[in-house]
Nanobody, 125 residues
């Protein structure tokens, strides 16, 4: 079993920053991928960013390129999402996800196997 626990959400003004964290525990894999999705009210869940845990390569949706950065800390089994220049359109519940087989190119159109509970991010105008 895999557990993903997000933290770091909250309320921020437009133009501000937040850093989300996702701690990974439980079953381990020789290689895996982790990432973030988000779901705004009345909208479908959408891909945000993902990272190859072993090599650190990353992929982003165009909506956040240049503003968000995904990274990982292997010693802490934690993945981060640094979010800068936030806008009200970034308001959503952000979900951490993990998958041992889903390569980065697939994250935009395939649902990973493991999910966290989500953390709310609200950006006020």
């Amino acid at each position: 079993q895999v557990q993903l626990v997000e933290s770091g959400g909250g309320l921020v003004q437009a133009g501000g920053s937040l850093r989300l964290s996702c701690a990974f525990s439980g079953r381990t894999f020789s290689t895996y991928y982790m990432g973030w999705f988000r779901q705004a009210p009345g909208k479908e869940r959408e891909f945000v960013a993902a990272i190859n845990w072993s090599y650190g390569s990353t992929i982003y949706t165009d909506l956040v390129k240049g503003r968000f950065t995904i990274s990982r800390d292997s010693a802490k089994n934690t993945v981060y999402l640094q979010m800068n220049s936030l806008t009200p359109e970034d308001t959503a519940v952000y979900y951490c996800a993990a998958d041992p087989r889903l390569v980065l190119a697939g994250w935009g159109n395939t649902r990973p196997d493991y999910w966290g509970q989500g953390t709310q991010v609200t950006v006020s105008s």
